[in-house]
């Protein structure tokens, strides 16, 4: 079977099937598709009317930056800024999601230094996992702790395209992999797809790459978060956000710039 289909789609979810999904993320053949992350539309139909004031800008503590200030949170995701801050934002996001990259580097940027920086705006990575390969890398990713996630995140996306160009002709070597012992198998399929050097020039030692990879607790975990958090907000696609803990659905870069600088982000 080929690693690459013709269409992805995201699964309808119903608690019933919970177990099935983690299951499925864990062993499921690997969806490559750059176009196979599904969006849907912003929940409510529209953005805010603009903010009459910016919002005031609050200083970070004595001797660290916002930007800097990145902690795991108990949903699975990577916080950061600050914790108190008037928007916060949470993007449930997958690394082999074409969306999720367009969004990532069109927006990260401005999201790091000038929304968090201002200490006005917190912001969440979740990762949805959809596949085996989406799975694999967001235990590397994970791998050096808090500090580095979100820096990693970004570089995967980065670099998305040129990641699946090289799993070209690799399809069997894939499939094969998500056949390996739970302990073994995203050792393997990260061995297949070559993402060992990606991640060791990037800071992930490969021992340490290894060592990150054979936690298969921590992979069931990650899917166990995906299919619980999926069913309880009915996300459908990816990228999906929060913003202070409301559903807004699928937006553009544009679509969701222009709606956080409605709120008093300018």
Request: with cysteine.
């Amino acid at each position: 079977m080929s690693v690459i289909p013709a269409q992805n789609r995201a699964p309808s979810r119903s608690p019933s099937r919970g177990r099935a999904l983690i299951v499925a993320a864990l062993l499921a053949p690997l969806a490559l598709g750059l176009a196979g992350c599904k969006k849907d539309a912003a929940a409510d139909g529209g953005a805010p009317s603009a903010a009459s004031t910016p919002l005031p800008t609050v200083a970070a503590p004595a001797g660290k930056t916002w930007a800097d200030t990145i902690i795991a949170t108990p949903e699975g995701g990577f916080r950061m800024g600050n914790p108190d801050a008037a928007i916060k934002i949470v993007e449930y996001g997958s690394l082999t999601c074409s969306h999720c990259a367009e969004f990532s580097e069109k927006g990260s940027a401005t999201i790091r230094d000038q929304w968090v920086s201002s200490g006005r705006v917190s912001y969440e990575f979740r990762h949805f996992v959809r596949d085996g390969l989406d799975l694999t890398m967001g235990l590397l990713t994970r791998c050096g702790g808090p500090e580095t996630y979100l820096p990693l995140t970004e570089q995967v996306f980065a670099n998305q395209r040129t990641l699946f160009d090289s799993l070209k002709g690799r399809d069997a070597q894939l499939n094969a992999a998500m056949s390996a012992p739970p302990g073994q198998r995203f050792g393997a399929i990260a061995e297949a797809a070559g993402l060992g050097a990606f991640f060791a020039a990037r800071g992930i030692a490969v021992d340490q790459a290894k060592a990150c990879l054979a936690k298969s607790d921590v992979a069931e975990q990650m899917a166990k978060q995906t299919t619980e958090q999926g069913e309880k907000l009915a996300i459908e696609g990816t990228p999906t956000f929060l913003i202070n803990g409301e559903k807004i659905g699928t937006l553009t870069w544009e679509e969701f710039k222009t709606r956080i600088e409605a709120m008093g982000v300018r």
